[in-house]
């Protein structure tokens, strides 16, 4: 499994855009990255999904280089509700693998 | 997206007894499911993967006799504490995962249990 390193912590403001970075140096062929976003006392929420360049949803952008070495999740005009722990997880979609979150990175947006 | 539900949301029990959470895949069917258990301020912490109709497999150092995994249908796994203590007191979230065909997992997540154990 894929090892991923994300900042502990981020603070930001209503309005900015948010960009969070994962690494993943060992992140094999089969491997798709996945980012989840958890609010206190729930389940984690998926947020966004992709394998290489950019994909873009309704909530957030994920960029992933050329070598996929790591990958920037990125969530424009963050409002106080997007507060939460966000946590990046690479694994083999295809083959099936064990879902083994990190430390996550935990966002706070302040007014 | 497909739901995953979790029963109860909270439990508060005493010390020595046993307790039941149960995991069900509303919409889908569910090849496999995992368990995992989160103290304050700390990630997921994968307890178990369980296949519907084997053994679960439990990560190293949780163990399996305090912690009964049962994957008996497609839709449905229960973790049953059991002698709980009131270290066990934790956030406890089950995942599903679903096979689309001719395609990759999706995995999804219960809302938790709060396990309280006085």
């Known amino acids: 499994l894929a090892k991923t390193t994300q900042p502990i912590s981020m603070d930001s403001y209503e309005g900015q855009e948010v960009n969070i970075t994962c690494s993943h140096n060992n992140i094999a062929t089969n491997d798709y990255i996945t980012w989840y976003q958890q609010f206190p006392s729930q389940g984690p929420r998926f947020i966004i999904q992709?394998?290489?360049t950019k994909v873009t949803n309704e909530v957030a952008s994920l960029f992933i280089p050329a070598d996929r070495k790591s990958s920037t999740l990125s969530l424009p005009r963050v409002s106080l509700s997007d507060t939460a722990v966000y946590y990046c997880l690479v694994g083999d979609m295809i083959g099936g693998f064990k879902t083994i979150f990190g430390a996550g990175t935990r966002l706070f947006v302040k007014a | 997206g497909a739901v995953v539900s979790q029963h109860p949301s909270r439990v508060i029990c005493k010390s020595g007894t046993s307790v039941k959470i149960e995991c069900r895949s509303l919409?889908?069917?569910?090849?496999?499911m995992f368990w995992y258990r989160q103290f304050p301020k700390q990630s997921l912490m994968l307890m178990a993967t369980?296949?519907?109709?084997?053994?679960?497999?439990?990560e190293q150092g949780v163990e399996k006799d305090k912690f009964l995994i049962n994957h008996a249908s497609l839709t449905l796994s229960t973790l049953t504490v059991t002698s709980a203590h009131p270290e066990d007191s934790s956030f406890y979230i089950c995942?599903?995962?679903?096979?689309?065909?001719?395609?990759?997992?999706?995995?999804?997540f219960g809302p938790g249990t709060r396990l309280t154990v006085t």
């Open positions: 992709g394998y290489k």
């Open positions: 919409d889908f069917q569910a090849t496999t």
């Open positions: 369980s296949n519907e109709g084997s053994k679960a497999t439990y």
């Open positions: 995942s599903a995962r679903d096979r689309l065909a001719g395609s990759f997992y999706e995995q999804y």
